[in-house]
């Protein structure tokens, strides 16, 4: 008998998205292993998200939140300094509203068992049409993480938990009035008590709301006073550098004025000396005017006569290299006669006197030719070599020249050349022939078929 699986309390974590709505679901297991880096969230890359862990029950009903931040990086990996306990916060936890199981346990930042854990949670919307607890117990109602539920009928009380009254009471004295009288009093208890419950469920929700609302206050006015200080502080600043712009503005004005005053003053002298030397120069112009002129025309003759003997110093260098340059152009002149008399010499000596000496030194001259091998070329051959070198070859090897160009052409590609229909080359490689006498067009350039057809074309 195999041991069935029982539903149990789940935990879970839910992230929010900026939209609103609940944008990802996973199991605790699942989020400790995103912890320890095991798993990446791309999608929240260099986010702060908002997170709920909420502990589910069999009939999937919430009974713990704690509403906490998560920093993820630019990989998507979560903030590795993050050590939020959120089931010792969710055990700790004050009550909250009654999610369907009771009062559930809710951490939030408004209502924290533990004060230095405030600043890294957050307080969900509990606004009408807005309501993030409502929100997820929607989402968990839906069970989209497949969590094992608990059937109704297993709600109900097992026989053997059942009390039986005593059999002198199973009958009263008048039935029918008292079972009326306590239905009534149990029916007026149970709406009290459901009336009691309901208003205790939306005091706590209406404090915790007020609470959460303090705290956004509180936050906006903390804001609001540090850039209040902050706008105070760069004002004053900024007045303090007006003043003392404006200090050294009036000071650098009034050393203007100084400036300016003792300018004008010696202005007023500097006019008065000039008049002063003008009345003089005018009494001493033509005097000085002549000395001027007669100083002026002595310097003149002194700088044309040393100019004069400047030039002539040049042109006297240049005397000596043209004089040098006219002995290296009659050097080149007589280079230019030697190297054409020697030009002339060696134009006078033929292609065959070359060819004579050089035999008469012992050089042979020696080519290659398939076919024919090495041949050694008589001096007096080699005029008839270089007019046709494949006559000259066809001839060593006792063939005519057509022949040997057709044997070449089988030896260097041995292969069918016979025609097919299609009008290409056969091309199927033979047996190649290495004489150029042994070589028989049409039989030694074909392949064994061409060749038994082209017998029968012959005997035909």
Request: with cysteine; hydrophobic share 40%.
């Amino acid at each position: 008998m195999s041991m069935q699986n029982k539903p149990q309390m789940v935990e879970a974590v839910m992230f929010f998205s900026e939209r609103g709505g609940i944008c990802k679901e996973m199991l605790f297991p699942e989020f400790e292993a995103l912890l320890d880096g095991v798993v990446n969230m791309p999608e929240f890359a260099d986010q702060q998200m908002r997170v709920a862990f909420v502990l589910i029950n069999p009939r999937l009903l919430i009974k713990s939140a704690v509403f906490f931040y998560l920093d993820f990086d630019e990989n998507g990996a979560p903030d590795t300094g993050w050590n939020i306990p959120l089931q010792h916060l969710a055990e700790r936890a004050g009550r909250g509203p009654d999610l369907g199981a009771g009062p559930i346990r809710l951490a939030c930042r408004s209502q924290c068992p533990v004060s230095w854990h405030q600043m890294h949670l957050w307080d969900p919307s509990l606004a009408p049409g807005q309501n993030d607890l409502v929100l997820l117990r929607d989402v968990v109602k839906r069970n989209l993480l497949g969590l094992l539920i608990e059937d109704d009928a297993s709600q109900a009380l097992a026989p053997e938990r059942l009390q039986m009254a005593s059999e002198d009471k199973w009958y009263a004295a008048d039935p029918a009035q008292e079972s009326a009288d306590k239905a009534a009093e149990q029916a007026a208890e149970k709406v009290d008590q459901e009336q009691r419950q309901k208003a205790a469920q939306l005091i706590k929700q209406q404090r915790l709301r007020i609470a959460s609302l303090s705290q956004q206050h509180e936050e906006e006015l903390a804001k609001l006073k540090l850039l209040n200080d902050e706008q105070s502080k760069n004002l004053q600043a900024q007045i303090h550098g007006l003043h003392q712009a404006l200090r050294q503005q009036e000071e650098l004005n009034s050393s203007l004025k100084a400036q300016l005053a003792a300018q004008a003053a010696s202005i007023q002298t500097s006019r008065e000396e000039m008049t002063e030397q003008l009345r003089t120069l005018e009494r001493q112009g033509r005097s000085e005017s002549d000395l001027v002129r007669a100083q002026l025309e002595s310097e003149l003759q002194a700088k044309i006569a040393s100019a004069v003997v400047e030039y002539k110093e040049q042109i006297a260098i240049r005397d000596v290299e043209l004089a040098y340059r006219k002995e290296q152009d009659s050097q080149l002149l007589q280079e230019i006669e030697r190297l054409k008399r020697e030009r002339n010499e060696l134009a006078g000596q033929s292609g065959d006197q070359i060819l004579e000496r050089l035999a008469k030194l012992g050089v042979v001259f020696v080519v290659y030719h398939p076919g024919a091998g090495h041949l050694t070329i008589a001096l007096q051959d080699i005029a008839r070599y270089q007019d046709n070198p494949m006559a000259y070859v066809s001839a060593k090897c006792f063939v005519s020249e057509e022949q040997y160009r057709q044997w070449l052409g089988h030896y260097q590609q041995p292969s069918c050349e016979a025609k097919l229909p299609s009008g290409e080359r056969c091309a199927i490689p033979i047996d190649r022939i290495d004489t150029p006498s042994r070589f028989t067009l049409g039989d030694s350039n074909c392949c064994a078929r061409h060749k038994a057809s082209s017998r029968l074309r012959t005997v035909s």
